[in-house]
């Protein structure tokens, strides 16, 4: 009997499985919200739409992985962190548009089911869905030893809600709205496979080097910084009555890729990034790697998280909020009559 | 600019995946849902609630992945049907609960990025979701040479919506419901780790073999039969308003693990499967391997892919609509006081 599982093993060592969940299932648990029905024969994950809360509700779901990232946890032998990051990344794909996000599901590919492994992974996946006040709805682990050897893999989904006449979509962006930039903490999910072969292959650091540019802190700490939700940020602008007109969560593809998916016909954007701190790991691989400046802004986000527009005459506003609820904001850039992306 | 982006492509050779995706968008494409709403800056799949259809509306979600099968898949460098598989899997999980599957997405992990795989693998999903009437909201693919080498892991999501009132909990099974099984054509996508080593190597079969208990199919055919999608049944069911009381959807740990999942308290199964054809592929691994009778029935679904519960006089009219929709149904089994199940 299995009628309040929350996770579905699909051949994996059971017994292991139950034993490594028992200190992570309070904490998954944890995570629940009032809109999830109890669990009905454990096959699908059950969440209610609050009426009361939309006229037009509108399902948003994104569907994501870790990447290499997923490597340096390994080289590292840390694996909470990758768990915040896989919710964290998934979060913001749908928090640009607008939408809550109310619950998420991970899957877990494995060689062979480990200790401390999987419990830290599960553990990071529901601090950060509890910080994020989003549910862990279900799961799915599966140990497959011809495929995964020694390694693992980690996907994410997440679905959000939002009323149909509040989805942000980037239509108002206009000449004369200020480009506001949110600070990162690091790689967060992307550039991992030019990182690694700059830090590791060609500069020759181990995980545990500390060069001097990152101040004390490891190549590994560095790598490992966990992707920042920004959902709070946005939440709170959605409620204070911002003129918030277009998001973009600048992932793979940098400022450059990642922005003009928002960015209506006849308009472009000219940034100018000198107030943003850029974090030292970008700054160590930028020296070490060579890499120019327009393939840094196109493979990292070089301290750009998240890019906000808003009219010009809220931009001082918007800053303020953002910087209120713990984040690091400044101007990053205009947009203009034209079209194309230009990194100053 | 990507703003009608179906699917998202991370640390991949993004000209290759355009140029392998060109023949597989319009598959993709034709899964399209009224509900859908164009796509928006290309982050999130955006999905409308329908409330003219639902009073107190429920998403019921669930994330898979095919497992080892994708071995086989590799062995007969066939990938369309793993397709086919991770789509109807996922539909089958939550159709058992009376959903109506809406929307899928999918995660492709993967070594290097490859024709035909890529494509049949997607045309393969696209082609299953079409057949259940189920929108391809969104993909991610991952290359990661460092992690996969030359294999691939194939995850999905399915989300469903149900009227809350009609959500099928198995709590009505009671002593005197009848036991309806459903015919499988094969392994669907559960008990590859013991078919392999039946089998591949004690038996010492390649998957082009065909061993005369096939019938003149070859191994590698026989193994790689895609998951058969019982919703349509489960469909015609609810419309016909017979009293659908409790689906167990028979995966990993065959009837023994699943049954139980949706059975009360206070009530147990004896089951008699000898009017449920079994699959040649079933008797080949069971002689082969000389597995038990208990082993056999919890590893694989030995030709029950779904089984029914209804009350004994509507058990002929379960029956004969379900045949009538294109499957093979029997009575299996019955309900009893008692607990547990037992498969004569």
Known sequence: MAKSELYKNAGVD????????????????????????????????LFQIDLSKYKEPVM?????????????????????????????????????????????????????????LYEQVLAGIANACKAANCAVLGGETAEMPGMYGNDFDLVGVITGIIEKSKIITGEKIAPGHAAIGINSNGLHTNGFSLARKILFDKAGYSVNDKPAELGGESVGEALLKPHICYYPAIKAALESGISLDGIAHITGGGLYDNVPRILPEGVGVVFDVKDMPVPPIFKLMVEKGEVGHEEAYRVFNMGVGMVWFVPEAEADKAVELINSKGFKACRIGEVIAGSGVVVK
């Not at 998954?28 to 454990?42: D, F, K, W």
């Not at 390994?74 to 919710?87: A, L, S």
């Open 14 to 45: 059971i017994d292991l499985a139950t034993d490594l969940l028992k200190d992570v299932k309070p904490l998954l648990a944890a995570t629940r919200r009032s809109e999830m029905l109890v669990p009905v024969g454990g096959f699908g994950g």
């Open 60 to 116: 948003v779901s994104s569907i994501d992985g870790v990447g290499t990232k997923l490597m340096v946890a390994m080289m590292m032998e840390k694996y909470d962190t990758v768990g915040y990051d896989i919710v964290n990344h998934c979060i913001n794909d749908i928090a640009v548009q607008g939408a809550e996000p109310v619950y998420f599901m991970d899957y877990i590919g494995i060689g062979k089911l480990r200790s401390p």
